[in-house]
């Protein structure tokens, strides 16, 4: 398969904590595999649990390129949490970016104490609806939590991407780097979570 733009630009974002690094990982193995060059940077907002954190992707079929993307040139976003879709969308989005979010929230310390607010969903999905080309939201936590626990988000959220067909990977490809990546008696879940992930965007 080919890519639609070289290089794609793709940015996984979320909290830390959520696993949007192992998301990368994934993808980014995955995508090697099928032999593309993709570079992999990862910035971190504050360093402890919670501060945002953000994996930029450039993927081509040519060369290498340099780690970080330029501010409005992501082709696709995947956030794992809303806010941090619409923060990222606002600086590296542009009128063709797509978008996979998350749409269960976290709230920051300063809305738990009372001294900021947080949009609300509707809010932020007429904002992003504004930024970008085309946009899912999906319900990825709710769904871990049926699985058995919230960590398994980013595998949903791996599985909505390939949902999408925005990347050029079969599904053979990514469930062959989630076997090599939880082997043992965590692979059955991650399977059914990246298939559950493929659903909610079809």
């Known amino acids: 398969m080919k890519l639609s733009k070289d290089p794609l630009n793709l940015i996984i974002a979320g909290v830390g904590g959520q696993g949007n690094v192992m ?5 980014g193995r995955a ?12 910035t971190y907002g504050a360093s402890q649990r919670g501060g945002a954190v953000m994996s930029h992707l450039r993927i081509s079929q040519e060369s290498q390129f340099s780690p970080l993307i330029p501010e409005g040139q992501a082709d696709l976003i995947v956030a794992l949490e809303p806010v941090e879709a619409l923060r990222v969308i606002a600086q590296y989005g542009n009128p063709s970016t797509s978008a996979v979010i998350n749409s269960r929230p976290i709230y920051p310390t300063a809305v738990t104490v009372g001294d900021a ?52 990977l079969a599904r053979k490809t990514y469930e062959e780097i989630i076997h090599e990546s939880f082997p043992g008696a965590h692979l059955g879940v991650n399977l059914m979570a990246f298939g559950r992930g493929m659903e909610l965007v079809r």
């Open 23 to 27: 998301a990368s990982q994934l993808i």
């Open 31 to 42: 995508l090697v595999r099928e032999s593309y060059y993709v570079t992999i940077g990862d």
């Open 117 to 168: 607010q947080y949009p609300s969903l509707e809010r932020i999905k007429e904002a992003i609806r504004e930024l970008a080309r085309k946009s899912w939201f999906v319900d990825a936590t709710d769904i871990a939590l049926s699985l058995g626990a919230p960590i398994y988000t980013n595998i949903i959220m791996v599985g909505a991407v390939a949902g999408t067909g925005l990347l050029p």
